[in-house]
């Protein structure tokens, strides 16, 4: 699925320019290159490495890693993205850790339920010439909320295209959100 983006001249010109190599397996963090979702400049989708995290000027290696879907729209940081520039990061599952009173902190696994993989709705920027992604995130759903209050934004594999399409609005994809969630203990 990521050959296309290992040979591609963008993804060897940010690995030799930010130290460091695509992730296309295993985890992705912080600061992260990873491959993600996107219209290309002929409007077709592409899968395009980028950052994970927009980096902030002048507060060193600080980075704005999620966008909150109640505030995305009205957000300096994130508004021209939510009406331009949104993407898609694929992913087998995403983590997030509990922190139970007066015990060890947890990590859980997650994915929405009967799905094989997890379709996490972005927002991208050009920083620098440095394609950067931030992960749109929403309240947790009830069955995952002793967890963590937030989750990220999931749509269906089958709503990609539109979710990366500037012509259709966003609050029509986000109107088909995966909300019925798994989750294990990692251990």
């Given amino acids: 699925?990521?050959?296309?983006?290992?040979?591609?001249?963008?993804q060897q010109k940010l690995e030799q320019e930010l130290h460091t190599s695509l992730v296309t397996e295993g985890d992705v963090?912080?600061?992260?290159?990873?491959?993600?979702?996107a219209r290309n400049k002929n409007g077709e989708k592409s899968f395009f490495?980028?950052?994970?995290g927009f980096r902030l000027s002048g507060q060193g290696n600080r980075k704005v890693l999620n966008a909150r879907l109640e505030t995305a729209t009205e957000k300096p940081l994130f508004k021209d993205a939510w009406k331009i520039r949104r993407c898609v990061i694929p992913a087998?599952?995403?983590y997030e850790w509990a922190h139970p009173s007066g015990q060890k902190a947890i990590r859980y696994v997650l994915q929405p339920s009967a799905s094989d993989g997890v379709s996490l709705c972005g927002l991208y920027r050009l920083n620098g010439g440095v394609p950067e992604f931030v992960i749109l995130t929403r309240a947790a759903e009830e069955s995952i909320a002793f967890i963590h209050d937030r989750m990220p934004v999931?749509?269906?594999?089958s709503r990609i295209d539109d979710w990366?399409?500037?012509g259709i609005p966003a609050e029509d994809v986000l109107e088909d959100l995966l909300t019925a969630?798994?989750?294990?203990?990692n251990v």
């Fill in 164 to 166: 990366i399409d500037p």
């Fill in 1 to 10: 699925m990521f050959r296309v983006i290992q040979s591609s001249p963008l």
């Fill in 181 to 185: 969630m798994d989750y294990h203990e």
């Fill in 92 to 94: 087998s599952c995403y």
């Fill in 29 to 37: 963090y912080p600061g992260s290159l990873a491959p993600v979702i």
């Fill in 49 to 52: 490495p980028m950052l994970f």
């Fill in 154 to 157: 999931i749509i269906p594999k």
